[in-house]
């Protein structure tokens, strides 16, 4: 089966060849925009060439039905030059946007498979400029360089093979222009320059990533009077780009003035030659201005040639960069063939688990056991870095497993497809992104299909809905970018409605207490644990208080578990939680946020 654009059986092939192949499902378009650039280059050099012998034949006051056919000549050919002209790019401009709807796609896709264990090799920023310009940079790869390169190989072998049946040595002259002007001028300025191109599109990346960090930190920055080494920064980053692209232009300018040059003195030297073959008998005096003006003609020609080598440069550099993301490698790999989903309930089961995350020295968990029958609450706690967040990250199946096996409803789960077991398992995360729309909209989120009362159903669970009623606009009401309009609480309460919507079997709830002070994160994971009742619950936490409704406590430490058992069991003996809860009520308490605090 042949691989698809993109897949495993494209890699190690050079970035522009990858692109390239994106364009196989649109060849047919391409080959008629091709024919189309060619016609009306073509076109071009014939309207000129015509026009030259209509005039020249003209001073000598022929009968006017001698000259009909070559007015009728340049008549059609002033047609058809802007007809092709216009077919070829409505036709190239159709493939090319296909080609990078399909080329944003597989970006996209890659993106997924990778996120989240993968995203941290990249910055949001960076992440952003190759997902937009960089893709979008792979669009001259067709319109200014494969098309119009091959439509001007075409035109330029015919403009040469014209002069050459009227006057060989014309046609030699030609052909060097042509070769000097679209190949050796190109290639000199591509040397000249590539040091400055080569900065170019990660200069843009990282313009793109300061930015974002700027925007996004502003608030923090001007609060603690950074902002201007922050902007300093950003300067200096489009000074330097500025500088990049400067560079690059200089050269190119040059050399696009340098190829209009060879194009003139083929024109002269292929002028001189047919004025002595004028002289000698060989070439009749009208074909002369044909001669002489031919290469002129040719010049839009040697322009689309010379500006290729240059385009593929800049498409170069940044097709390497949108295919480093289509070759980053997969944290989870999607088994062939898929087992189906097992029926319910869905018993989750954990034997020697050992996990490592991409370019990590050393395992994050090693040799976990645990169980979570149908309707069971565990609680996992640990110091920061203890292996908790790895260890949801697995039960998601977005990290592989280095060690052991992870099993729900007794099969494996990476014989599962990572979208079944995310259907069974769900996360509500301390972070949960909340989206600037209404209360409502985030939370049909979770089954656009669920109806009205459904969604009451919901908050109701989430311990929200007396707030809901209370707003001025219900569940219309808009709850600000970022959730800035509601506090942390109900933020974290439209997450959990979220999720209980979705009615999983199986419920993550990670470091839900994040963020807030002691009293109100241990009274939102006590409202949580009652929400999620009769749900197969997996609580990932620092805090200890109100785990006395959880039916199991795993201690975790350095990745591996140090201690297991209830609440009440764990703090009679002297052991790691016993001083984690020693630890907690020696912290003096924080003051407690107002209900109806915000965040903007």
Partial sequence: MRAKPGGAGERGRAPVRRITAFGRPVGGRLALAVACGAVALAAAVGLLATSAWLIARAAQHPPILYLAVAIAGVRALSLTRAAARYAERLVSHDAAFRILGRLRVAVWTRLERIAPAGLPAYRSGDLLARFV????????????????????????????????SLLPAAGVALLVGLVLGALVVPWLAAQRSGRAEHRVAPLRGEM?????????????????????????????????LSRARGATARVHGLAAGLGTLTTGLAGCVALAAGVTAVRSGVLDGVALAVVGLTPLAVSEVVSLLAQAPRDLTDVRRSAARVVDVLDR??????????????DPPYPLRLDGLGARWPGAAVPALSGVDLELAPGRRVAVVGPSGAGKSTLVAVLLRFLDPCAGRVRLGGVDATELA????????????????VFDTSVGENVLLARRCASPDEVRAAFAGARLLDWVDGLPDGLETPVGEHGCRVSGGQRQRIALARVLLADPPVLLLDEPAEHLDPATGDALTTELLTAAAGRTTLLVTHRLAALEAVDEIVVLDAGRVVERGTHAGLLASDGAYRRMWDLERAAPPLPAPSVGETRC
């Fill in 133 to 164: 310009a960089d893709v979008d940079a792979q669009q001259d790869l067709f319109l200014r360089v494969l098309a119009p390169y091959a439509a001007g190989t075409l035109v330029g072998a015919g403009a040469v093979a014209l002069l050459w």
């Fill in 208 to 240: 793109t990533a300061a930015t974002t960090e700027l925007l996004h930190a502003m608030p923090d920055l001007l609060a603690c009077d950074a902002a201007r080494a922050r902007l300093d920064r950003v300067a200096e980053l489009d000074r330097a």
């Fill in 329 to 342: 490698p997969e944290p989870v790999r999607e088994p062939a063939v898929p087992a189906p989903l097992p």
């Fill in 418 to 433: 990572a979208d079944d077991v995310r259907r069974v398992v769900r996360l509500c995360a301390q972070d949960a992104h």
